[in-house]
């Protein structure tokens, strides 16, 4: 459905769209050869639903199996594990226009067929599996604001249906059932010959109260919290949503029926996060609009007393604030009981870099110093708060379609020339952290030594 959204008029930044990309389908093992020289032991991607299923059920496309099962085997002779999302946002259109996409309860069970036939398919090579990445981005952006696909709101300027006091829950409670059939069809049927891992990767900003003095912005500080992130988590490790949610949205918040609690209570077996940035909260007595963004009865800033809270990288919500990622992930590990956390994706897309010149562009120290200050936050969480982090993958390889944002925003450790036959090459960051990896696996193998 983002083939469709991106090439109507207005929906993209840059007036792009999302047809080519980077051409990762015919240059993935140029691109399996970049990773191997950064020394990257894992590499998360996801599998496109339309390019296995071109109307999202039933007829396969053998050119699209084939495609998977040549990037997945080309990995592995690197060395690299496949890290396999399976939903990041790209319904198939006819799934949207036959059954109402994600407000359906059908498309849960498509999800679920589709989902069968990966692991069926891929399962014998691949060890990690997410089922979806970031529901909160799609349900928020595609039903409260419009302003992602399928591009559905309240708001009649924006967007021409939709109904953002309902649509965004209903949305959220089809995907947690999904994923919950999802888990349930793979540790019964798959996980005893396969061995593999399977969980969902949820994204949150870290909140921090606007006045820390004030007991309504730091109650605000929860609620921005559960309806970004426990929303999804809750269920997934707990069996509901928060009674926080229960109490402010009432009826139009969806119940799980006991086996549903059952099937969603402990259905996934690591956490994976998604972590970009941190938001000031403050309490809203009377909150405008509708859904969401009244429900949690808060408002999020990035100034406080004429202050930034962080630095701004290029997108307009993103402000570097190291400290976040420590607070994430002790937010994570204490209401969870402790899980085993996988980082799935931290990153930065640096100011006006699409606009500098290409020598230039290359030098991009913000986006090192970015990676040195998030990455040190995760050493502190590990190794002075007990967290288990098992994992850290970098947002992005390449620059990429950056969905609404199009192509200006860049996030990648290479620069994509997407003028000059979309060439790639190496930011001074993708040199940093082939460093940072070396130096990792230099001590690894020291302290295996030594013991």
Not at 8 to 15: N, R, S, V
Not at 24 to 47: A, C, P, Q, W
Not at 415 to 435: C, E, G, I, Q, T
């Amino acid at each position: 459905m983002w083939d469709v959204f991106s090439h109507l008029p207005g929906k993209i930044e840059d007036g792009t769209h999302g047809d080519f990309a980077d051409d990762h389908y015919n240059r993935f093992e140029e691109d399996v050869e970049l990773m191997k020289t950064l020394g990257i032991s894992v590499y998360r991607f996801s599998i496109s639903w339309s390019r296995i299923f071109p109307t999202g059920e039933d007829q396969v496309n053998q050119k699209g199996v084939d495609f998977y099962n040549n990037l997945i085997n080309a990995l592995l002779k690197k060395g690299i594990e496949p890290f396999i999302t399976l939903y990041h946002w790209d319904l198939p259109q006819s799934l949207e226009d036959k059954y109402g996409g994600w407000l359906g309860e059908k498309t849960a069970e498509k999800f679920v067929e589709f989902a069968d036939f990966c692991f069926t398919t891929y399962g014998d090579r691949v060890k990690y599996w997410l089922t979806f990445n970031e529901p909160h981005s799609f349900a928020l952006h595609g039903y409260q604001t419009g302003f992602h696909a399928p591009g559905r709101c309240s708001n009649r300027l924006v967007c021409s249906a939709g109904n953002s006091s309902i649509e965004p829950y209903i949305v959220v409670h089809n995907v947690l059932r999904a994923h919950a059939k999802a888990v349930d069809l793979y540790r019964k049927r798959f996980f005893p010959q396969q061995k593999g891992k399977i969980g969902i990767t949820l994204d949150m900003s870290w909140y921090e109260p606007f006045d820390p003095n004030n007991p309504l912005d730091v109650k605000a500080v929860e609620r921005a919290q559960a309806w970004h992130m426990a929303w999804f988590s809750d269920p997934v490790y707990f069996g509901d949503y928060p009674q926080v949610m229960r109490q402010r949205v009432g009826s139009r918040l969806p119940s799980f029926t006991e086996e549903e609690k059952k099937l969603l209570k402990g259905s996934s077996d690591f956490f994976g996060l998604n972590h970009y940035t941190t938001s000031y909260v403050m309490h809203v007595e009377e909150p405008e609009g509708e859904g969401y963004f009244f429900d949690r009865g808060c408002y999020t800033t990035h100034e406080r007393n004429g202050e930034l809270i962080g630095p701004r990288g290029d997108p307009v919500w993103l402000y570097v604030v190291p400290r976040g990622m420590r607070g994430v992930l002790n937010w994570v590990w204490e209401r969870y009981q402790h899980p085993d956390i996988y980082i799935t994706e931290n990153g930065v897309s640096a100011p006006r870099e699409s606009f500098l010149p290409l020598e230039e562009a290359l030098e991009d120290e913000f986006r090192v110093n970015y990676y040195k200050d998030y990455l040190a936050e995760v050493s502190k969480a590990i190794n002075e708060d007990g967290v288990k982090v098992l994992g850290y993958m970098a947002w992005s390889l390449l620059d990429n379609f950056e969905w609404a944002h199009g192509y200006e925003k860049r996030f990648g450790l290479f620069y994509v020339d997407y003028k000059d036959n979309m060439k790639r090459y190496p930011k001074k960051s993708a040199l940093w952290y082939k460093y940072l990896i070396n130096q990792h696996n230099k001590l690894h193998s020291e302290s295996l030594s030594a013991n």
